[in-house]
């Protein structure tokens, strides 16, 4: 089973920018589609984005197209979420996901999560 573990979040103001990281083990991450989730107090945790096994497929929650932007670099095991503009309701824990297919990923068909990262936009 892959590890994950995510880094990156912190605390922003609305407009600015930070820049996500999940780190995978194990020398099969080229074989999984991967994705962000998050979730915020109160609601389910919902897609943000997924990106095929070779980076060439994305997929965005419309909430966040535009904004946000998934990329991975596989002989690093990392995959990225840079997220721009962002806005108060981005708040949420984000969370890092592998799975069998970036499609089937938006609908939460994952194989391991990450243990998440706080983001925090202030107004």
């Known amino acids: 089973q892959v590890q994950l573990v995510e880094s990156g979040g912190g605390l922003v103001q609305a407009g600015g920018s930070l820049r996500l990281s999940c780190t995978a083990s194990?020398?099969?991450?080229?074989?999984?589609?991967m994705g962000w989730f998050r979730q915020a107090p109160g609601k389910e945790r919902e897609f943000v984005a997924t990106i095929s096994w070779s980076g060439g497929t994305t997929y965005y929650a419309d909430s966040v197209k535009d904004r946000f932007i998934i990329s991975r670099v596989n002989t690093k095991n990392t995959v990225y979420l840079q997220m721009n503009s962002l806005k108060p309701e981005d708040t949420a824990e984000y969370y890092c996901?592998?799975?069998?297919?970036?499609?089937?990923?938006?609908?939460?068909?994952?194989?391991?999560w990450g243990q998440g990262t706080q983001v925090t936009v202030s107004s």
């Open positions: 194990g020398p099969t991450f080229s074989e999984y589609a």
């Open positions: 996901a592998s799975g069998p297919n970036a499609w089937y990923m938006r609908d939460g068909q994952v194989h391991s």
